[in-house]
C-alpha cells in the first residue's frame, strides 16, 4: 500500500462576512506517490520550508494578511487584477530560468507562470481571493515539470475562487461586471504563446478583444493604477521578510568576505566563485546579473561582461548578492586584486568608507530623512572628502565623479517597489540599500595617482526607530580587516 502524508492546510471558509480570522486547519490524505506541485512546499521539501509556509519564511497567513491589507486599501466594490509572469525564451524552446512577477508573489505565494489573481472586495470590507492557474496535465508535466493544478490553487494558496486560467475570457467579464472600480496594471502588451497574455493584451479570442475590451464593455467600470496600493505594503517589511532579508544578506556577506581571501587572476573566475557560493545554504542563485570589474572596468557602473583579466595593483568592484525565497541582498565591496592596497588607493577608499558609514548611520526613523536627503548629505559630504584629497570639486565636478543615487529600496526586487518615491520620510520597515560610490575618469581634470579608479561600498539596511540594522555586515568593508583576509 502506497504510504500517505497528511497535508496541514487552512480549511476554506466564506470571506464575504465577518472579521478575518485565522483559518481553522483540516488535514487532506494525499499519497506520497501524488505529491507534486509546482513549486517546494514543505511536505515535498521539508529542507527548505516548515510547516506553514507557502515559501521560504512566508506563511499562508502572513499571505492571507497581505491581501487583507489591500483589500483594506481600496474603495467597496472593486477589484485588483494581477497576473503572474510568462515564461522567457532565449530562442525556440529554450527558455530562461522563471522568475514570478514580485507584486503577484507578494499577494499570493505562487511561483508559476500563466496565473492570474484578482482580489474582490464588497461593500462589507471583505474580500474574495480568486486564482486562476494552469489544470493538471500529464502530458505537458513530462516535459514542463509539475503543476499545482486548480485544486493546490484552493487547498495549498487558500483560494476562495479557483479556476482553468484557459477559461479566463468566460470567467474574468462578469467578475468586472460586478465591480465599479478596478485596479491593475495590465494590460502589459505582452505577446507571447500563451493564452493569458495573449488575452491579456487582448490578441485572443478575437471575438472578445482581451481584457481591454472587457473593460470598454462594461459601463460605469473605471481603471485604475494599482501600483501604488501595493508599493504601500511592500515598502514596509515584515518581521518574517526582514528575518528572510537578513539570512540572504549574512550569507551573501560571507560569500563576499570569502572571495577577498582567495587570489582570482579573472573577472569570471570570481564571478564564478560567487555563483557557486549562492546557490548553497538554501539560497537561491544569484540575484541579478553582478558586477566583477577590475580595475577601470569599475567606472561603467553596470558593468557585466566579467571578461576581463585581473591586474595585481588594481581595485576590483564587485556588486553581488543573493536570494533567498524571492527576496535578495544587494552588496557591493571593493578591494585590492593583491589584497594589499596602495597608498592612494587607501586615501580615496577611505574617503568614500567615511560618507558611507555616516549614512548607513541615519538609517533610522529619528533622523528625519530620505532618501533623497541622504543623497544630499552623501554628495556633499564626498564632496568635502575630495577636495581635501586635492580633487577639483568645483562646478558639477561630484555628478561625474558620483553620477547615481546614494540608495534605493530593496526586497523582492533590488530595486523594490518602483515607483515608490524617494521623498518619502525614513519609517521603521523599510530596507533600503547605502552605496556612495567615486569613479574617476581618466582625464587630466583628475589627480593623476587616482585616475581610473573605481569605488563603491553598499550595504543593505533596514530601517529602525533610533538605528539601522544592517542586512549585510558579515561583508567586511575596513581596511584592515580586508588585509587581514590574506595574511
Not at 474582490?120 to 494552469?134: A, G, I, W
Not at 490578441?203 to 496600493?229: C, H, N
Not at 561582461?305 to 524571492?326: Q, T
Not at 558611507?356 to 568635502?384: M, P, Y
Request: hydrophobic share 35%.
Amino acid at each position: 500500500m502506497a504510504s500517505c502524508l497528511r497535508l496541514l492546510r487552512p480549511a476554506a471558509r466564506t470571506r464575504w462576512r465577518g472579521a478575518p480570522q485565522p483559518r481553522a486547519t483540516r488535514q487532506l490524505s494525499v499519497s506520497a506517490a501524488e505529491l507534486k506541485f509546482g513549486q517546494p512546499l514543505h511536505e515535498t521539501h521539508p529542507h527548505l520550508l516548515k510547516a506553514g509556509e507557502v515559501t521560504p519564511g512566508i506563511t499562508a497567513q502572513e499571505y492571507y494578511d497581505r491581501r487583507v491589507q489591500l483589500a483594506k486599501s481600496l474603495p467597496p466594490n472593486s477589484i485588483a487584477i494581477l497576473a503572474a509572469s510568462d515564461v522567457k525564451y532565449r530562442s525556440g524552446s529554450v527558455f530562461y530560468k522563471f522568475h514570478q512577477d514580485p507584486d503577484f508573489l507578494y499577494l499570493t505565494g505562487f511561483n508559476e507562470p500563466d496565473a492570474l489573481a484578482i482580489i474582490e472586495k464588497t461593500d462589507d470590507d471583505e474580500h474574495n481571493f480568486h486564482l486562476y492557474v494552469r489544470p493538471k496535465d500529464a502530458k505537458a508535466e513530462l516535459w514542463e515539470g509539475a503543476r499545482s493544478g486548480i485544486q493546490a490553487a484552493e487547498d495549498v494558496f487558500n483560494a476562495d475562487t479557483t479556476g482553468d486560467v484557459n477559461d479566463l475570457p468566460k470567467i474574468l467579464p462578469e467578475v468586472v461586471r460586478r465591480s465599479k472600480e478596478v485596479y491593475t496594471d495590465l494590460p502589459k502588451g505582452r505577446i507571447t504563446n500563451n493564452i493569458l497574455s495573449r488575452y491579456l493584451s487582448g490578441m485572443e479570442p478575437a471575438r472578445t478583444g482581451g481584457l481591454a475590451q472587457v473593460f470598454r464593455d462594461v459601463e460605469g467600470v473605471s481603471v485604475k493604477a494599482l501600483r501604488p496600493f501595493v508599493n504601500e505594503l511592500r515598502a514596509i517589511k515584515s518581521e518574517a521578510e526582514i528575518k528572510n532579508m537578513r539570512k540572504v544578506g549574512k550569507h551573501s556577506g560571507r560569500a563576499i568576505t570569502d572571495a577577498m581571501r582567495q587570489s582570482f587572476s579573472a573577472e569570471k573566475d570570481l564571478d564564478s566563485f560567487l555563483d557557486y557560493w549562492f546557490k548553497q545554504d538554501g539560497c537561491d542563485g544569484p540575484a541579478y546579473v553582478p558586477v566583477v570589474a577590475g580595475g577601470i572596468n569599475a567606472n561603467t557602473i553596470h558593468y557585466v561582461s566579467n571578461d576581463m583579466l585581473l591586474k595585481s595593483g588594481d581595485l576590483v568592484l564587485v556588486d553581488a548578492g543573493a536570494e533567498y525565497g524571492g527576496y535578495i541582498a544587494d552588496i557591493s565591496r571593493t578591494w585590492p586584486v593583491n589584497g594589499k592596497f596602495t597608498p592612494a588607493q587607501r586615501d580615496l577608499y577611505n574617503t568614500l568608507l567615511a560618507v558611507q558609514r555616516s549614512c548607513v548611520a541615519l538609517c533610522r526613523v529619528d533622523s528625519g530623512l530620505t532618501l533623497d536627503k541622504l543623497h544630499k548629505i552623501a554628495s556633499s559630504t564626498l564632496s568635502d572628502g575630495l577636495q581635501n584629497l586635492g580633487f577639483d570639486m568645483s562646478d558639477s565636478a561630484i555628478d561625474v565623479l558620483f553620477p547615481h543615487h546614494v540608495g534605493h529600496y530593496v526586497g523582492l526586487d533590488v530595486h523594490d517597489s518602483p515607483g515608490f518615491p524617494r521623498s518619502r520620510p525614513f519609517e521603521k520597515g523599510m530596507c533600503v540599500t547605502v552605496e556612495p560610490g567615486v569613479y574617476v575618469p581618466d582625464d587630466e581634470r583628475w589627480p593623476a595617482w587616482a585616475r581610473g579608479m573605481g569605488i563603491r561600498i553598499e550595504d543593505s539596511v533596514c530601517v529602525d526607530e533610533e538605528g539601522p540594522y544592517v542586512l549585510t555586515t558579515e561583508a567586511v568593508k575596513e581596511i584592515v580587516d580586508i588585509e587581514a583576509l590574506r595574511d
